[in-house]
């Protein structure tokens, strides 16, 4: 018994050496993964930001106004007079 009792102490020691070395690992690498995630996070702030930006840069370049100054200026486009104007019906 007490051969049997002396080989059982030891093994389970290590079992528990080992199980606490396991816990310290993940929680080693639960930190480190919500780290990277807040890092992430930021990121992802930060690009919806921008996104918002380009968004607003895209309508003022795209407003009639703009859109019609260059017609004038770039093309030489005028805008039709109204008298100029046939209407074709079927």
Do not use: C
């Amino acid at each position: 018994m007490n051969v049997r009792l002396s080989f059982v102490v030891p093994l389970l020691l290590a079992l528990v050496v080992l199980s606490a070395l396991a816990v310290v690992y993940s929680k080693h690498q639960s930190r480190k993964l919500f780290v990277e995630l807040n890092s992430l996070q930021k990121t992802r702030d930060a690009m919806e930001v921008e996104w918002g930006q380009l968004q607003l840069e895209q309508s003022t370049w795209a407003t009639s106004g703009r859109i019609e100054k260059l017609a004038r200026q770039r093309l030489g486009m005028t805008q039709m007079e109204y008298e100029k104007i046939i209407i074709v019906k079927p």
